[in-house]
């Protein structure tokens, strides 16, 4: 089995910045795409941003210039550099992975969610 564990949430004022972080343990060959959702209260999860193994990227519109994802292969860690918070960025955060386990195939595993507050 997989596990993903989001850190780096917190509380921050309006305009400032925090840094999420997820990694994957467990028994894995490998890990494909890996992404961060986020819901608010009441809300959908919705999308935030994707990354391939290869670095390629996407990102929903309300975050593009503002949030930046990475990874680090080697470290099993994807990061979600979040820049000039807004109040509406209010959420909880998770990661999530396309992971080939060790019955070989892939699955889509999601982490347990890390909480940004941002304050007006």
């Known amino acids: 089995q997989v596990q993903l564990v989001e850190s780096g949430g917190g509380l921050v004022q309006a305009g400032g910045s925090l840094r999420l972080s997820c990694a994957a343990s467990g028994s894995f060959f490998s890990i494909n795409a890996m992404g961060w959702y986020r819901q608010a209260p009441g809300k959908q999860r919705e999308l935030v941003a994707t990354?391939?193994?290869?670095?390629?990227?996407n990102y929903v519109d309300f975050v593009k210039g503002r949030f930046t994802i990475s990874r680090d292969n080697a470290k099993n860690t994807v990061y979600l550099q979040m820049n000039s918070l807004k109040p509406e960025d209010t959420a909880v955060y998770y990661c999530?992975?396309?992971?080939?386990?060790?019955?070989?195939?892939?699955?889509?595993?999601w982490g347990q969610g890390t909480q940004v507050t941002v304050s007006s």
């Open positions: 990354i391939t193994s290869g670095g390629s990227t």
């Open positions: 999530s992975a396309n992971v080939r386990d060790r019955l070989f195939l892939w699955q889509n595993y």
